[in-house]
């Protein structure tokens, strides 16, 4: 059968006997071909029950489903040319016998009436079944409950009222001074999301390592290399020149009215006057010799020295003023989270509850644990000869690791069953990314 590049492309990516990673653009034509992979390989005989379909929503699992079953269903109402030009389409070039016409029209019955099934679901779906049948291993109530998005939305808020009610109120007012967003609900959502990183108590030494600053920098600290007592001196003389002056005076003048010249929160209103631009040649450097004009500059020729000097010591401590701003929003992130997670876990385990991070975490904690994996994997292994990942570009890096471990037991110890032919598929496209969503990161879809 003769086929253009494109579709021959496609019917490689779906040859069953191979391992492939595969990144398409949009309307390429990604979910076809992962349904045409698994359609060939329960035509090379694989049971539906070894092979294992992941993808990202709930959505996409029924659409795949749906693709598939369409398809196979199709199949067992074909006359027999036309279940051959299907086949033929599908990929399968040579000669085609009865026999095999025969298997592919009792596919659909198969698919949908072995034991297990074919498994074709949400990588969150997999791993709560994964939890289900080792709960023991896993540490979870054999009962729990997965939470929807309403149900954590709802618990979120009643810990973060229960902690502003209480004793914890500081945590949450420091959290909303720093913290831009219209409610909590995207802040502890991200919270949740990310608790591993907060899995260690920090102190702010530490942190403000992670900026670049001192142990025990402080506000006071940032104040003393930026005022050295002359700048309200200095402010009074400025300020009646350059009303006089020309209209970028001007301008700059009725920004440094009200300024005191001795408050570090005034400093981005100086650096807005003082420094550069960020679209200048040279960015955010102090304007000396520049500012004011020239003409201003001959009736100020007392204070330019120290104007001067006053903003280089601005331009030198603007990297500090944002370091540790950064450092002080840090910080409170952490003290905020350190204790919303112990409440929010709390929460969760007296209702029974698991959300969507619980179920890849759990699973994942699950499949590496040193005294249960191996054991674990081979009862799992035994089901999976074939894994097919798709929207690949927003598996998470946690995720990732639930499929690797998968994965790996292909080739370890009692799993690796050479007569059996294993095989990985993964398609996406970084383009379409829905980055940092549930964790999504498409750089790991390269890395992997």
Known sequence: MIRDDATERQVQAARPDGST???????????????????RLLLSGVEPQHIL????????????????FKRLGGWA???DQSLRDA?????????????????????????????GGLKIQTIHSFCASLLRRFPLEAGVTPQFTEMVDQTAKRLRAEIVQAMADG????LVEAMARVYSGQDFDDLTRAITGNRTAFEADVTRDAVLDWFGLPPGYNRDDLARDVFQGDEPEILRQLLPALKQSSTNDVKAGLRLAGLNGADIAELPEYEGVFLTGSGAKEPYTAKTGTFPTKACQGTLSDIMPALDAWMIRVEQARDSRIALDAADKTLALHRFARAFLPAYERQKTLRGWLDFDDLIVKARDLLTDPAVAAWVLYRLDGGIDHILVDEAQDTSPVQWQVIERLAQEFTSGA????????????????????????????REFDRM
């Open 21 to 39: 990673w595969l990144s398409a653009n949009a309307g390429s034509g990604k979910t076809r071909v992962l349904t045409d992979r698994v359609a």
């Open 53 to 68: 379909c992941l993808t990202y929503t709930k959505a996409a699992a029924s659409e795949m489903q749906n693709r598939l």
């Open 77 to 79: 109402m074909l006359p």
């Open 87 to 115: 086949l033929r389409e599908l990929g399968i070039d040579g000669a085609i016998h009865d026999d095999a016409l025969r298997q592919a029209r009792t596919l659909f019955a198969r698919a949908i009436e072995t034991p």
């Open 167 to 170: 004793d914890q109120a500081g």
């Open 415 to 442: 799993g690796a069953r050479a007569d059996v032919p294993r095989t990985i598929f993964v398609v996406g496209d970084k383009k379409q990314s829905i980055y940092s969503f549930q964790g999504a990161d498409p």
